[in-house]
């Protein structure tokens, strides 16, 4: 593909004097580059060699950017939420009153924050959520209680009849 088909050789002392007499025969004014800057200047001129240089352009972009991409990862580290301690160290279900009741323990319990979901999407509050008890008006179904606390941080729990 980049090969030449006739390859001619000549030394470069004879090579520059044939380029004089050329732009003599042609009244130029002779040529003030040496011959190596013309034959460097149109080597570079190929296309494998222009597209070298965007290549290493690109690479060069790409190496100066890549400690963003760690950055970027912290950065998405340091606002996940935190891991919470909260334990549900005892539950019951009273059936004759239709009520959940869960004990629960950790520190920094969000108890104003504390909800569940029933299959259907409705969103219902706990009847009692305060010291460590957390009791849920429960007929029947499946519903997701979550029980945040002040970091951010969130224990799901899933009750089914």
Not at 13 to 35: G, I, W
Not at 47 to 53: C, E, P, S
Request: with cysteine.
């Amino acid at each position: 593909m980049f090969r030449r088909n006739k390859i001619y050789s000549i030394n470069k002392k004879a090579a520059n004097e044939a380029l004089q007499n050329v732009f003599a025969a042609c009244e130029q004014e002779p040529n003030t580059k040496s011959l190596d800057a013309l034959l460097f200047k149109n080597i570079a001129n190929t296309t494998l060699v222009k597209t070298g240089k965007w290549i290493a352009v690109a690479l060069l972009i790409l190496v100066l950017l890549s400690p963003l991409v760690f950055y970027m990862s912290s950065k998405d580290a340091a606002n996940s939420p935190k891991n919470t301690d909260i334990k549900v160290t005892q539950h019951y279900l009273d059936e004759e009153n239709e009520r959940f009741v869960m004990e629960v323990s950790g520190s920094n319990i969000y108890y104003e924050g504390i909800y569940a979901r029933k299959e259907d999407g409705s969103t219902i509050y706990p009847i009692e959520a305060s010291d460590g008890t957390v009791v849920f008006h429960f007929e029947s179904g499946t519903i997701n209680i979550f029980i945040p606390d002040t970091e951010g941080g969130i224990v799901q729990a899933v009750l089914s009849k």
